[in-house]
């Protein structure tokens, strides 16, 4: 199941990005001289009239190859870069189009999550933060836990002050941080009375235990669900791009995880139900189509800006240097892939043990 899980998920997220860099590169008049599912010797493919279509030994991605934008090798086996004057290479055509055919493949990044989210959403219903008094999750390490609450107990009361809806309960809680709390506790029918001390926030300053509320769904009309698949996909680049941000001002310590670390929670989705891989993978097309926005050499977001730089010149740069560059910065991403991985692999180990 989980191999399975993987394989679906990885080669979701690269087809749909490099199948936008094809359907804009064909829109735009540039020869595609191969569309591939996979990576690796070839298992079956076809010959179309300008495009090589291939399934791929190792099912996780793809690629596309357009004419003029990178080296190709010729009949004597020399690798050379196709002619800028040749109507359909992509050195032949306008800054603009070149930059509609890079960014289209992060673009069909947001437009998966988009669907992968509206699609869970008209299975299971719109998510939405019931009203009573029950914990319908716990976060680990917290008081809550420690203090011994489990999901499903309704905290009726803090201090013997009556807590009725969730509303009440937390603000309760959040005007005592760093204080004793004492919590009556409603457990399959049996009140009992549990001892905690809160935490206090570091942003907000509210006093916190590590609980969350229970969760329904709510069915909706069809096209209320495109609207709530935007708006979440809108909120998930947001928290990402914040997350991000606070990494590298060292607001919050850094944690990347590498394909290890993907590969497991994609498994542990996959346990969790389909639905929930749906909205994994949608979360992990964001993150792949906003990595690849980024200006480093061998991504998209390194194309586009040697695109502005071209068009401020009005003249091309030198091929040849700006694919050394990418190639440098392909293989210092692949250094930084491997490290991390590595240290997700100890990750487990030292987990495990």
Known sequence: MTALAIVFVFGLLVMVHELGHFLVAKWAGIRVLEFSFGFGPKLVGYKGKETFYAIRLIPLGGFVRLYGMDPEPDENGQATIGSSDDPFSYMN???????????????????LAIVLFVAVFAYLGIPAQAQGNAIGSLAEGKPAVTAGLLAGDRIVAVDNTPTSDWNTLTEVIHAKPNQALVLTVERQGQTQTLKLTTEKDAQTGYGMIGIGPEIVYERVPILQTFRFGFARTIEFTKFIVVTLTQMVTRQIPADVGGPVAIAKAIGEGAQAGFSNLLGLTGVLSIQLGLLNLFPIPALDGSRLVFLVIEGLRRKPLNPEKENLIHLVGFVLLLALMIAITYRDILNLFVKAG
């Open 93 to 111: 055509k306008p800054v603009w189009k070149r930059m509609a055919v890079i960014v289209a493949g992060p673009i069909m990044n947001f437009i």
